[in-house]
């Protein structure tokens, strides 16, 4: 049997990818997080060379992109793939059958707590809680995770971008007025700091929780909060049209505010999307954007129940870049 | 000889004890780390002796129990100046490289010139429970400084499976225990034999040891965070800071702050001079300070080798590479 008929639309939706090669398929495999054991290497290893070409892309979103897959060979992949799909916990409906779905992208993060010391929560387990409660989804989502104001996994340009945040506690007790602290917040970070009678003062507007200040005392008169917080920046993008960053919705908020925000934003996408989108893909922030923001965030915090702490934008603006 | 406590008769002995006495100890603040998800071991009024952190060496010494970091030492206004109320007699659980460094702030603050009002006062009101190591820690070299066994201490413990091995050898400490039946037991005293680290001690540095080439490369290396000075437990600089309260400026305070030699504005004086601007020569000021200028004076050297400032620097340098590379320059008494 030489012939080959596909659906394409399925092949996309099982996480592989046309490529410009007659015949030749990519396998998309997700790392939530982009955090996963040495073992998921060895599988991909063995994919890539049993199926694949032997070469392997690392992607944009820390997943793997197979390639050189013959599109005859996409169901042995997926068998193939079991044991990376298990190892990372994806959720599935049908063991074998590879992933369920690929319109919500792999939820990405920077190396966070784990690693970093600027790190302010383990970024690859918020992702990992996050995937669990999205995937899989057809809708066109892009999250990242990012521990700290540095936003190294540039979550600003996502539907959703997580940004660590820890409130500052400070002891005048234990401080010994070393400028530690205010020089770090001045070099590294927005100026939110100055002394008053040999001690600390923070600006409470100004500080972005980046938590230097904890990193640079030599005392431990500055320590983090017990309670972890976020930045939830919505509805950055790329792409042909309006190339944005994403703006603040949320400061000062929780883990779980994060999660039903999102789950919410999904309701509201599916209620909106356009149905004549081709491909049933329309960006999520296209549709905020002919919906209008408000009645996003109608949906959006609909159920939600907000942290006393959490700030709310009452109105989001966009700027970006307008090529239509 | 001691006796065993268990859980419950030790929390009756705290009990009695806080009546009069803030008992501090090492315990662990959750969270309270540099780090995000770190923890410290730090030292702090305990309110079970459950709190006590006996298989890890505190990151910050005892000191802080008897000296605190930033202290209001009086209140002025106008022409009138008020001495703070005395604090609380307090009880602190320590090991034995900080019961020798004890000795060191006892010869600073009360043999060393006329006598500290604010330091005797809290140090006639403390007692010290000498905890027993029944292991070394990362970067413990108290073999090499003579500093493993302690003398002048109110009583000892350490922990058992059968409970608190404790002895209290202060009369008045026995008191708190009196009405509290527990078995008695007569246990060794647990210290350490010997240390991972081996460290060499200069003895004869050559005269020219301040502007010897051996501290250029701190010049670069080090950030003057002054960690290592705020963990030692024999640092004893502290400096003064007047307060004018905001509110009404003819009152105010006078507080006693610690001090680090590796900061900036430690050597400033009148006139904008700056003594040790550089961090290699800052470097230089507090090893030879630790080894060999306060031993020229008092006759034994003031680092107890407990290793802390070798663990917080976040540059990594090494206090005890250090003392490697002088010993080189300088001999030593392993020799």
């Not at chain 2, 004086?269 to 961090?279: E, L, N, P, V, Y």
Request: proline share 4%; with cysteine.
């Amino acid at each position: 049997m030489m012939h080959v008929d596909v659906n394409t639309k399925k092949l996309k939706k099982n996480a592989f990818r046309v490529t410009k090669h007659r015949d030749i398929v990519a396998s998309r495999v997700r790392v939530p997080g982009g955090a996963c054991n040495a073992e998921v290497l060895a599988q991909v290893a063995a994919i890539a060379r049993e199926y694949g070409n032997g070469q392997v892309h690392i992607t944009t979103r820390q997943g793997f992109e197979i390639e050189g897959i013959s599109i005859r060979d996409m169901a042995k992949v997926n068998e193939k793939l079991q044991p990376i799909i298990e190892n990372l916990e994806i959720n599935q409906e049908t063991p074998g059958t590879g992933y369920a779905s690929s319109g919500t992208r792999n939820v990405s993060a920077c190396v966070g707590n784990r690693v970093c010391p600027f790190g302010n929560y383990n970024t690859a387990a918020f992702a990992k809680r996050i995937e669990k409660a999205i995937f899989p989804n057809d809708l066109h989502f892009k999250i990242a995770l990012t521990g700290c104001a540095n936003d190294c996994i540039k979550a600003r340009m996502h539907d959703f971008g997580i940004i660590g945040m820890t409130e500052p506690q400070y002891d005048p007790n234990r401080c010994v007025s070393c400028s530690a602290c205010i020089k770090g917040c001045d070099q590294l970070s927005v100026d939110a700091l100055h002394m008053e009678n040999y001690k600390i003062v923070r600006n409470t507007e100004k500080c972005v929780g980046c938590g230097v200040c904890v990193t640079k005392c030599p005392t431990r008169a500055w320590t983090r909060s017990r309670k972890k917080y976020y930045r939830l920046t919505i509805m950055g993008r790329t792409g042909k049209k309006n190339p944005r960053l994403g703006e603040d919705f949320l400061l000062w908020a929780d883990e779980d505010t994060i999660v039903k925000v999102i789950l919410n934003t999904y309701k509201f996408a599916k209620e909106y999307i356009d149905p004549k989108a081709p491909g049933g893909k329309e960006h999520v922030g296209y549709i905020i954007d002919r919906v209008g923001f408000k009645e996003f965030k109608k949906w959006a915090l609909d159920g939600v129940e907000l942290p006393p702490e959490t700030i709310v934008k009452d109105n989001v603006y966009w700027s970006g870049i307008y090529f239509r | 000889m001691g006796n065993l406590w268990n859980k419950e008769a030790l929390s009756r002995l705290l009990e009695n004890l806080k009546k009069d006495y803030d008992v501090f100890a090492p315990r662990l603040y959750a969270g309270a780390g540099c780090y995000s998800d770190t923890d410290i071991v730090r030292y702090g009024i305990i309110e079970s002796f459950d709190e006590i952190v006996w298989d890890e060496k505190s990151d910050y010494s005892f000191k802080e129990a008897l000296l605190p970091i930033s202290d209001t030492i009086m209140y002025f206004t106008e022409n009138s100046v008020k001495i703070p109320e005395e604090k609380r007699k307090r009880l602190i659980f320590l090991r034995a490289c900080d019961l020798n460094a004890l000795k060191r702030l006892d010869e600073i603050y009360l043999h060393n010139g006329p006598e500290d009002f604010y330091y005797k006062n809290i140090r006639e009101n403390a007692r010290f429970i000498l905890m027993g190591c029944s292991q070394s820690f990362k970067s413990c070299f108290c073999v090499s400084m003579g500093t493993n066994q302690a003398e002048n201490y109110d009583g000892y413990a350490h922990p058992t499976e059968e409970g608190l091995y404790l002895e209290l050898k202060d009369e008045a400490l026995s008191t708190y225990a009196e009405d509290i039946s527990v078995p008695r037991d007569s246990q060794e005293i647990q210290y350490v034999k010997e240390n991972e680290e081996t460290v060499p001690i200069p003895e004869t540095l050559p005269e020219n040891i301040a502007s010897h080439e051996v501290w250029k490369e701190y010049s670069g290396r080090c950030i003057g965070c002054g960690r290592c000075n705020f963990v030692c437990p024999t640092c004893t600089c502290f400096t003064m800071q007047d307060i004018f309260y905001r509110d009404n400026e003819n009152a105010g305070e006078r507080r006693r702050v610690w001090a680090s030699c590796q900061v900036d504005g430690y050597s400033d004086i009148a006139g904008g001079i700056s003594f040790r601007k550089d961090q290699g020569e800052r470097m230089r000021f507090k090893v030879l300070h630790k080894i060999q200028n306060y031993k020229n004076r008092f006759g034994y050297p003031m680092c107890v080798g407990c290793g802390r400032c070798e663990n917080v620097c976040p540059e990594y340098i090494s206090y005890i590479e250090c003392l490697n590379k002088l010993s080189a320059i300088g001999g030593n008494s392993h020799e």
